[in-house]
T-cell receptor, first 114, second 113 residues
């Protein structure tokens, strides 16, 4: 069965520091991969997506993610975090085999220290 | 501006009452989805619809019902059969269920006491 694991429930970084949020998935084929961000009490906003091709994808707000097939990972990175990046981040896998449903990870809450 | 609207933002109901959550989109998307979000559990799919007058159960459909009479609208009814209805509900849509990314509404927080 498909699954998505975000091993870090909470992460705290200082403003200006680099950030890496981890995402591992379990899936038989190459899935569609997404990262979303959610501010408290709000909906989710798409940061970036991977369907195929270049394994390093650029997104909005200065985020990027790298698909590593050998590690079944799709980690999200940002070179310099801003206080406004404090939010919850969700990794999602899209089934490509038939249902085309998304499976979401449980999220990583990012705190940014001034 | 195109987008997804959900109303109301906050909803309070007494136990035993059915309640309907609204979801409207003007993105001309074919596919629409309802998710439930609970702390520490990510998003779980309740129902989804690929075209008008058609919908499928997601992973946690028990105690919920939907309709899709118009392309723009996908209301969710939380029935009294739902054992633990208090949650944050998110509606989403996508242009293409195969390759289209999902766009989310602002959510409705339902509290049942």
């Amino acid at each position: 069965a498909q699954s998505v694991t975000q091993p870090d429930i909470h992460i705290t970084v200082s403003e200006g520091a680099s950030l890496e949020l981890r995402c591992n998935y379990s899936y038989g084929a190459t899935p569609y991969l997404f990262w979303y961000v959610q501010s408290p009490g709000q909906g989710l906003q798409l940061l970036l997506k991977y369907f195929s091709g270049d394994t390093l994808v650029q997104g909005i707000k200065g985020f990027e993610a790298e698909f590593k097939r050998s590690q079944s990972s799709f980690n999200l990175r940002k070179p310099s975090v801003h206080w406004s990046d404090a939010a919850e981040y969700f990794c999602a896998v899209g089934d490509t085999s038939g249902t085309y449903k998304y499976i979401f990870g449980t999220g990583t809450r990012l705190k940014v220290l001034a | 501006d195109g987008g997804i609207t959900q109303s109301p933002k906050y909803l309070f109901r007494k136990e035993g009452q059915n309640v309907t959550l609204s979801c409207e989109q003007n993105l001309n998307h074919d596919a629409m989805y309802w998710y439930r979000q609970d702390p520490g559990q990510g998003l779980r799919l309740i129902y989804y619809s690929q075209i008008v007058n058609d919908f499928q159960k997601g992973d946690i459909a028990e105690g919920y019902s939907v309709s899709r009479e118009k392309k723009e609208s996908f209301p969710l009814t939380v029935t009294s059969a739902q054992k633990n209805p208090t949650a944050f509900y998110l509606c989403a849509s996508s242009r293409d269920r195969v390759r289209g990314e999902q766009y989310f509404g602002p959510g409705t927080r339902l509290t049942v006491t």
